[in-house]
């Protein structure tokens, strides 16, 4: 018996063994592709706190650097309470995590994906560009899409996505579909308070979407965004100087800051979606209007609370402080989806009665996806050259100031109290290793990572302020002045460049930095 023509070209779904046999490939090409620093950058920020949870006599000067953040994420008590369940090492748990976190985005991706497009091998594309797209910078917010260690956002992002997911089930959402939605909602918003509250804007957006009255409701939303940002700026508490020096910093909160090639990363990926919204030639499933919409709408509505009222010569800058514009992160991990699947539908977008496309069609996705992972392990490289790849439990790290800080942490007492260059963490060859967590010791506050907890949490600006200005430079002053500088506040040991003459005793030393005591 002839088929019908529906049944003869009906995909064969793929088994659950093969979904997850791809799952772990792509988590493995994640982790060697983009490679593992798990003390790097804000990865340290969040390693310190667990570390304070697993022993609180770590840190006893500038404690607040190290807990202030504690207070909205329970990130810090939920690794210290696996460390002491488990019985492994931080660093196994923290590896183990991230691979954990690795998979559950992916997994999260592909949630989505089967929802607005019925091809298998599509997914599968849309999922394996995601996972190439993993360290991509989000334009100029400061943010990759995921980062090279673990933070709450590991476990906020797959969350929102999952969040998402069932989002787009029907029309209107079962009690099971909404159920499943509210609890991720309410799991991440545990982890990471901000980032969840940008993605439940994002389902909003989807619902009212998928709504007959979307325009109406969309413009009561506009109103109502608009008009509490503005309730919010003019109500905000006065500044003071050192808050206000903090947050200059962070240039990417602000985008009349920005060059103009960054605002692309705000223009492009809107436009991306509004033209895959209105592709022909790929088999979406109608969730994808809401979605597309979704994205095109909360991305030009938090461009349109920056442009009004994150600015800086504003007289305060609590909408800057929330950095509305990190919601961009939520939408290029959509647009990495979309983009894989699109560009695998459109390769065998022949002629229906086409049985086989050709080969090349059959293998261009991948050779891009591929071309995508092989420029991004090369940023990575390029980004910590001084590190190994990968730095996981049981390797040394080569890098002369992970060293030194490891040094500091095996030979000085815990209320060692430490002073290092204001801008440690951007000096070429240091990787953005942070000293905090990998020495495990108390030090004054620097210009980077330090310098955003300040400008977030007021009341760290002005110890913040102090600690940066008395180590801007630290290595090319005198020893006078360094003295007159940190005894006053109690340090007792110092990271110097390896060149600085001092007559202070320095215990330490290699070819790049060297550890003095005061």
Known sequence: MKLPHTQRFA??????????????????????????????????????????????????????????????????????????????????????????????????????????????????????????????????????????????????????????????????????????????????????????????AFIVLIRIFRSRRAFALLAFLIVLVLGAALVIQLKAPHESSALFAAEVTRYYWFLSQWHWYELLGIIVPLLIFAALQRQRRIVFSPPITALCCAAIAIGLIVTLVALLFARENLSTHLIARWQPLRVFVLIYAVMGMLLGAALHQLCFATHRRTLQPSSALRSLPFAVILGFAGIMFTVQRWAFPASIHLEIPGRSNPNAWAQAFLWSRDHTPTNAFFAIDANYITTEGEDAQTFRATAQRSVLPDHSKDGGEAAITPALADAWLRGATVQTNLSSLDDSTRDSRLLPLGVTWMVLHASTPTRHTCPYANSVVKICHL
């Open 11 to 200: 995909p064969t779904p793929w088994p659950r063994s093969r979904w997850l046999a791809l799952l772990v490939a792509l988590t493995l090409l994640v982790l060697f592709v983009h490679g593992y620093h798990p003390l790097a950058e804000d990865g340290g920020l969040y390693v310190a706190g667990v570390l304070w949870k697993l022993d609180p006599s770590l840190f006893p000067l500038d404690t607040a650097f190290v807990t202030e953040h504690l207070r909205f994420s329970v990130f810090a008590p939920f690794v210290a309470m696996l460390v002491r369940f488990t019985h492994l090492s931080l660093s196994w748990t923290l590896f183990l995590l991230y691979l954990f976190s690795i998979a559950l985005t992916l997994f999260a991706g592909r949630q989505i994906l089967r929802r607005i497009i019925p091809s298998e091998p599509a997914q599968f594309a849309g999922v394996a560009l995601l996972a190439a797209w993993w360290t991509l910078p989000v334009a100029a917010t400061s943010l990759m899409l995921m980062d090279p260690y673990l933070t709450a956002r590991n476990f906020s992002l797959p969350l929102s996505l999952l969040a998402i997911a069932f989002s787009l089930d029907e029309w209107r959402l079962t009690p099971r579909s909404f159920s499943a939605c509210a609890l991720c909602i309410v799991i991440a918003f545990l982890f990471h308070p901000l980032m969840t509250s940008y993605a439940l």
